[in-house]
């Protein structure tokens, strides 16, 4: 079940947030997978998660600060999967990043095997956490989550390959 950030249903007493499938990364996706990698769920990973996906937007020659953004992105998901996902129940610890190309789009998708729907929430003014999501909201052009019978997957997507127009002006997508 795709559950993107976007439009609601609800469903007796539970809201969801419903996926229109623009995304897969996989076996059954038509997304060229360009880099999958593999963390034990301890926080001391997401510096190699980081690198991992800002070396992957370089090797592939991503625009601009696509980059930064990635390696930004990715350490706010990453620590939300390490933190919120299932860090206490032995083996299930571990988190996948992947990272697709669909054309224009970079897709970072992070799979951990908590079931649980991410959300939003208002950090305080002095609360050094809570921000995560809001700031892959504000930076991302699109941003979702998926769910998976063991787990699930929040992704974001970033114009990483723009298409240049004549004159050499880029075509910026929203």
């Not at 880099?35 to 769920?41: A, N």
């Not at 020659?61 to 350490?75: H, I, K, N, R, Y």
């Not at 970072?108 to 649980?116: G, H, L, M, N």
Request: glycine share 10%.
């Amino acid at each position: 079940m795709r559950i993107p950030h976007g439009e609601s249903r609800s469903r007796g007493a539970m809201t969801i947030q419903m996926a229109a499938a623009d995304h897969r990364i996989g076996q059954d996706g038509d997304m060229a997978l360009l880099g999958q990698k593999w963390i034990p769920g301890d926080e001391k990973c997401i510096a190699s998660a980081r690198r991992f996906v800002r070396d992957i937007a370089n090797d592939w020659s991503a625009a601009g600060d696509v980059p930064d953004l990635a390696e930004l992105l990715t350490s706010e998901v990453v620590t939300n999967a390490l933190v919120h996902g299932a860090p206490h129940l032995p083996g299930r610890s571990t988190v996948r990043i992947s990272v697709g190309r669909d054309g224009p789009l970079m897709t970072v998708d992070v799979y951990d095997s908590c079931i649980a729907v991410p959300h939003m929430r208002t950090a305080g003014s002095m609360e050094t956490s809570g921000r995560g999501l809001a700031i892959v909201e504000a930076l991302a052009c699109k941003w979702g989550w998926n769910l998976h019978r063991q787990g699930k997957s929040v992704w974001f997507q970033l114009t990483a390959w723009p298409p240049s127009l004549p004159g050499g002006a880029l075509k910026l997508l929203a």
